[in-house]
């Protein structure tokens, strides 16, 4: 009985200080305010909760940033993105943090978005192309539709030195593509619905995730993969990855290539802090829209 008393005992201080880490990360400089508003020094309720001064609107410590969208504890989301950050699969991080699969995939898209709206082009990527947008609505995580995305969207590979940028190129579309390959003789290789292109313009390779609606039979397909031959540092990087992607759905696409993105240009780096940092940003309202 004893034994449990303690083991009771440390995970409460285990979750106290993991709180007392994702709050320092909110709250940087201790003072907090209202997420509607903005207006500071709310009122203190019970249970924690915080009031409004000035618009009234009840909220507490987390209310509107991305770790709020998952019913995990601070213990667990500490956990979790710990594994994470040392690229642990969903299984592993699931255990890692003592929770469920489905719990840890839902959790690890929430991050995967988080992480995405650090981007500069955040805008752009939940806008309406992606479909991403609708993985969040009324300000909570929804499972994806089972409507596909419109177009398809392209995103464009821009090697710089040791660095990546992955960008959507918005004139685009997976038709664009293939009409490439048909008529221009793009080299286009296929892994599973994802479509890898050779140097198209400036950019390294195009890269796409489509649906059953797309015409792959259509393609003129080469042996190889195109970037293969290019010694690209990325694509050495990024080729087994990809290989796993082959059952993503076009929606979460962007999630795992901006991850890859991440990754990569972020090798060697303790991916922790970063991880935390975007758990406890705000939402921003693009991805509310
Ligand atoms: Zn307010």
């Keep these: 009985m004893a034994g449990e008393t303690t083991q009771t005992e440390a995970r409460g201080d285990a979750e106290a200080k993991a709180r007392a ?9 201790g003072e907090k305010s209202c997420p509607r508003c903005r207006t500071v020094a709310p009122y203190t309720l019970a249970e924690g909760r915080l009031r ?20 995990l504890t601070p213990g667990q989301w500490l956990d979790l993105a710990r594994a994470f950050a040392l690229d642990a699969n969903t299984r592993e991080a699931a ?28 805008r752009q990527l939940f806008g309406p192309k992606t479909g991403l947008g609708d993985l969040i609505r009324g300000g909570k995580l929804c499972p994806a539709p089972d409507t596909p995305v419109g177009e398809v969207p392209v995103y ?11 960008d959507m190129v918005p004139e685009l579309t997976a038709e664009s593509v ?6 221009f003789h793009l080299r286009v290789a296929r892994l599973g ?9 400036t950019y390294d390779g195009l ?54 993105e991440l990754r990569f240009n972020r090798q060697g780096e303790d991916l922790l802090p970063l991880f ?4 406890c940003a705000p939402i921003p309202a693009a991805a509310l829209a």
């Design 21 to 29: 880490t994702l709050l320092w990360r909110c709250w940087p400089d």
């Design 52 to 71: 409004c001064g000035a618009c009234r609107y009840t909220f507490h410590d987390f209310t509107g940033r991305w770790l709020n969208l998952s019913g």
């Design 95 to 122: 255990e890692a943090a003592n929770i469920s699969y489905n719990t840890a995939f839902k959790a690890l898209t929430v991050l995967r978005l988080a992480i995405l709206a650090q981007g500069t082009d955040a």
């Design 156 to 166: 464009g590979i821009l090697s710089q030195g040791q660095r990546v940028f992955v």
């Design 178 to 183: 293939l009409h490439f390959n048909h008529n």
């Design 193 to 201: 619905h994802i479509l890898l292109t050779d140097r198209y313009k």
């Design 207 to 260: 890269i796409l995730c489509g649906d059953d609606r797309l015409p792959y039979h259509y393609l003129l397909r080469h042996q190889g993969l195109p970037f293969a031959d290019s010694g690209s540092p990325f694509w050495l990087y990024a080729r087994d990855r990809l290989r796993q992607f082959k059952g993503l759905s076009a929606r979460r696409f962007p999630l795992y290539l901006k991850e890859l």
């Design 276 to 279: 935390l940092d975007a758990l």
